[in-house]
């Protein structure tokens, strides 16, 4: 079904007129010779929907270049068609893979063309040769699954390998940590086959060059040129700035396939690549060395790389504590110090790597030290590393901290005395940065506070005038603007620091020989744009009246809070399999439009001015919020912290406040009236719904695809039964907050909550039902209904969490209300106190003393925790207590695909199913039948009976049937 689902998709939006994306707003100029001629050339997919160019206009950079159109080829001929028609209409062709460049080399004015949809297959590896043949959108970490089964890897891995494509790699010269053991990509590549902007097809294997076309003007020209060549390039292993002209040297066999990679899509777009495979380690191991300060740490980096790492990454305080900052995140333990090295070493055995780390701890010179050989611990380390590139999108402050200068790199023996000078830098502009790098390479990433979009020049001015100086600063230290991430928009125009007059010459002159007619990126590494020009983040203005939520880590502005959106674009990446949500729609679909980042570049868009998406109502906007689950996985997955639900759900309220709704709003929106009601006849009720006709229309009515099963009705809710319950008096009292889902349609569920919480000691009082969430109406944008129905909450619990009395949530999406909306929607600290006060069973049961949970032993446990769970309460703590009761657990990633009324809302269906297809449907089927299908979501319960046919059980009915049962 999933690989159904997207070719169906695909089709749709390419040929069918009444598809969402014909629906578009167009440009004001829709250039209907530039589309006219790409449809002629035989390419399929071309899109200049406003929509689509809202998408592209930005990369994971600074800037915001809108496109004209954007293609999406199936095929490499399409690739040389598209730029066949743009050089004949003198139009921009800008290459894209996965959109993560970070310095602005994936934007540009005229036609973008993205190779990551389509152009994805490892069509070849060789075990022998060592190497792979692949399409330029192949996933860095696609192709690592396919050379691991033959005990072989790519060896360099950026930050991004789970989203980066292979061809995005080459154009960046990209290195990641293990650069060290593994090389460059330019240390990587095999052969190349390319079409110049001239349109010239080069297949480059690494044989001799034939001495005519471009091949052989070339030739001539580095003939000519030899001794600026072996002057100023090739000076140390980072030097990616520019052109990578050493390695057309006849030392080193005029090889045009690596000095191709790094050149950003400037002077040839990659059609294919062959590219060199190393055996993979069979053991790694990480030594984490503690220092007073990174420049400390960085000056113990030389002594270390004669035992041969893989990696050497530095990292201080500052990211390790915007990682605490995370809701919910879990932070590993590391040695004492204010800087920290990580140093990877592999070998044969745990005991090869171990005597290593010997040798490592004899030159280091550290305060503190942890050896690491178990690869879960190991891989939790290495996450705070990866993710620096969001963590440091915030300052520790909570201040917007950003890209443009976060690449340098100089070489390691000058490291430290670099650091030491560039903070002296930061300080000297008052600025705030949160570097970490490849310090085994010298290289330094960091991202700093620029004020952009504050003062008269919405702060363009102060943000080039530190990359001046940055740039005079690490050509003091003989080093390069960038270190892996090219040039681009962010540093072209820095050059001049780095290379003389004469040798920025010589590359207008390569550039000519292969794109005369400059078509290909223009404005990057040669005639650059200024750096200060399309900086998005200045040209937008705040949005901070009339708004819903408060958006309080924000300054209540909503343009600041959609901004967080960097594009590192991690929402584009698998993360289901190591227990992440975020973005469930996205391998549904494989759309753009739905991840996370598509969504944030579209309501950007809505805030920029003179863009194609004009305001809320704005069908771009709606086309790419509808999948969006409101899971809130991006606000624990997303490492800047995006909360896409929350934004959706400000969109649907200023879209339909005070006009006329969807049917799905009053009916599924209003669920908790519409329970009470059904609550006096629930009989009636479910046999109106089980009817074959009063089910229709109960469906129709309710905006309810027909495939979907109407859950029933409990004949008595739990607050009917609990009031006819004898009181138990003693104990320490708690307040079981029994939500609308669980009173009228799983009051079981409660009853077993409540009959371990007094196995516990506790004293049970359950809160009037009056004391509601509001879910239903937040995640449908009633936002001023759900107000006063939190207000009155939080008044009815205030008192209770005032007085020492915990409040347990038994349905953690309304417990993850009480942790979080709420304070965005209820003024006043009332709201943050009830916050406080809140707990999830397991919290509590694991915070009370003498408290031990029945045992467990022999019991597999197939988990899937509800998506608000894991990102708002976090689910650790549930799995810690499951595993000390002797469980085996095994924790399904990603969502169930229901998310509430959306998954049973028409036109939501066969991504919901294509969603519980993913990860728990599989592991569902794969667990024996004995296992316990542990779902504490009603969601979540719902999607497996109904497409499963398979009880989920809560947390709580699993510790009391077992007790009961002991």
């Known amino acids: 079904m999933p690989a159904v689902y997207k070719e169906e998709v695909s089709a749709r939006t390419v040929a069918d007129p009444r598809s969402t994306r014909s629906s578009m707003t167009r440009t004001s100029d829709p250039d209907t010779d530039l589309l006219a001629a790409l449809r002629r050339a035989g390419i399929g997919d071309v899109d200049d929907s406003g929509l689509a160019r809202a998408l592209y206009s930005s990369d994971g950079s600074l800037y915001r270049v809108l496109p004209r159109a954007v293609v999406r080829p199936r095929h490499p001929d399409e690739i040389e068609a598209a730029l066949s028609v743009c050089r004949e209409l003198g139009v921009p062709f800008t290459a894209r893979g996965a959109g993560t460049s970070i310095a602005g080399n994936a934007v540009g004015p005229g036609v973008v063309v993205d190779t990551s949809r389509y152009l994805s297959r490892v069509h070849a590896i060789d075990p022998e040769a060592r190497t792979a043949t692949v399409d330029p959108g192949v996933v860095q970490a696609a192709l690592q699954t396919a050379a691991r089964p033959h005990g072989l890897r790519f060896g360099p891995d950026p930050s991004t390998h789970n989203r980066c494509t292979i061809g995005g790699m080459i154009g960046n010269n990209a290195c990641g940590s293990r650069a060290l053991g593994y090389g460059r990509t330019s240390d990587n590549v095999v052969g190349l086959d390319v079409v110049t902007g001239a349109g010239e097809r080069l297949r480059l294997d690494g044989g001799p060059a034939t001495d005519g076309g471009v091949l052989g003007q070339l030739r001539s020209l580095v003939d000519g040129e030899l001794a600026a060549i072996r002057t100023e390039f090739g000076r140390f292993g980072r030097q990616v700035s520019g052109y990578s002209l050493e390695h057309l040297l006849p030392e080193r066999g005029f090889d045009v396939a690596r000095a191709l990679v790094g050149s950003e899509g400037t002077l040839a777009v990659v059609l294919g690549a062959t590219v060199r495979l190393v055996a993979d380690a069979p053991y790694r191991g990480l030594v984490v060395l503690g220092y007073p300060s990174m420049a400390d740490a960085a000056d113990a980096t030389p002594g270390l790389l004669r035992h041969g790492p893989t990696a050497v990454e530095g990292l201080d305080q500052r990211i390790v504590q915007r990682l605490r900052d995370v809701p919910a995140a879990v ?162 125009e820095l050059l001049p620091h780095m290379y003389s007059p004469h040798v920025l010459g010589l590359f207008e002159r390569v550039k000519g020989l292969f794109d005369p007619a400059d078509v290909l990126n223009p404005g990057v590494l040669v005639r650059p744009a200024r750096v200060e020009d399309d900086i998005r983040v200045a040209a937008a203005p705040r949005r901070t009246h009339g708004l819903a939520l408060a958006y309080r880590h924000d300054g209540g502005d909503f343009s600041a809070a959609v901004h967080r959106c960097t594009g590192v674009g991690k929402c584009r990446a698998d993360l289901q399999v190591t227990g992440g949500v975020m973005c469930p729609s996205w391998p549904a679909t494989r759309e753009e439009k739905d991840t996370t980042r598509g969504r944030a570049r579209v309501l950007q868009e809505m805030l920029a001015p003179g863009g194609p998406v004009r305001d809320w109502r704005s069908p771009e906007v709606h086309d790419a919020l509808d999948l ?267 969502c169930c695909g229901l998310a509430g009324n959306w998954g049973v809302e028409r036109g939501h269906h066969e991504v919901s199913v294509t969603i519980a297809e993913q990860q728990l449907l599989p592991a569902v089927r794969a667990a024996g039948p004995d296992a316990v299908v542990l779902a504490d979501g009603f969601s979540c319960r719902t999607q497996l009976d109904q497409l499963a046919g398979r009880e989920g059980v809560h947390l709580a009915q699993l510790l009391a049937r077992t007790a009961a049962g002991a």
């Open 331 to 492: 932070v590993p333990d590391l040695p004492r110090g204010d800087g920290w090295l990580i140093v990877e070493l592999t070998g044969d055995t745990v005991a090869e790597i171990e005597a290593k780390a010997r040798g490592v701890l004899g030159d280091a010179g550290a305060l503190d030290f942890l050896v690491v050989t178990e690869p879960a611990e190991a891989a939790a380390i290495w996450r705070i590393r990866e993710d620096g590139a969001g963590l440091a999108a915030r300052t520790h402050d909570g201040r917007p901290a950003h890209a443009g200068w976060e690449d340098a790199a100089v070489p390691v023996e000058q490291l430290g005395a670099y650091l030491r000078r560039f903070e002296a830098l930061l300080a000297q502009h008052g600025l705030q940065g949160v570097p970490y790098g490849h310090f085994g390479d010298g290289c330094v990433h960091v991202r700093i506070d620029f004020p952009l979009g504050r003062g008269a020049d919405r702060g363009r001015e102060t943000y080039r005038a530190f990359v001046q100086d940055a740039a005079a600063l690490v050509a003091r230290y003989g080093g390069s603007v960038s270190g892996e991430h090219g040039d681009g928009r962010a540093r072209s």
């Open 628 to 894: 969006c689950l409101s899971c809130k996985g991006c606000s624990r997955d997303c490492p800047t912290g995006v909360d896409m639900a929350a934004y959706k759900a400000e969109v649907l309220h200023q879209s339909y406040r005070r006009r006329l709704r969807p049917r799905s709003h009053y009916t599924l929106g209003w669920l908790p009236r519409w329970a009470d009601v059904a609550a006096r006849a629930p009989r009636l009720a479910n046999g109106v719904m089980t009817s074959r006709l009063g089910g229709r229309l109960a469906k129709w009515g309710a905006g309810v695809d027909q495939r979907r099963e109407l859950p029933a009705f409990a004949s008595r809710t739990f607050r009917q039964r609990w009031a006819q319950r004898p009181v138990r008096d003693g104990g320490r009292p708690v307040a079981l907050w029994v939500d609308s889902f669980t009173d009228h349609f799983a009051p079981e569920v409660a009853e077993a909550t409540a009959a371990v919480l007094e196995d516990a000691g506790y004293q049970v009082q359950v809160p009037p039902a009056e004391a509601c969430c509001g879910l239903t109406w937040i995640t449908t944008g009633q936002l001023d209904a759900a107000r006063r129905t939190l207000a009155r909450t939080v008044d009815l619990l205030a008192p209770l969490v005032d007085a020492g009395v915990p409040v347990v949530g038994v349905e953690p999406s309304c417990t993850a209300v009480l942790r979080g909306e709420a304070q965005d929607l209820v003024p006043g600290d009332a709201a943050a106190r009830v916050a406080a006060g809140t707990r999830t069973l397991a919290e509590l049961l694991r915070q009370t003393p003498g408290w031990t949970p029945p045992s467990l032993a022999g019991v597999e446990v197939v988990a899937q925790p509800h998506c608000h769970h894991h990102a708002v309460l976090g689910w650790a703590t549930d799995e810690r207590l499951l595993r000390e009761a002797g469980a085996t657990v095994t924790r399904v990633g990603g």
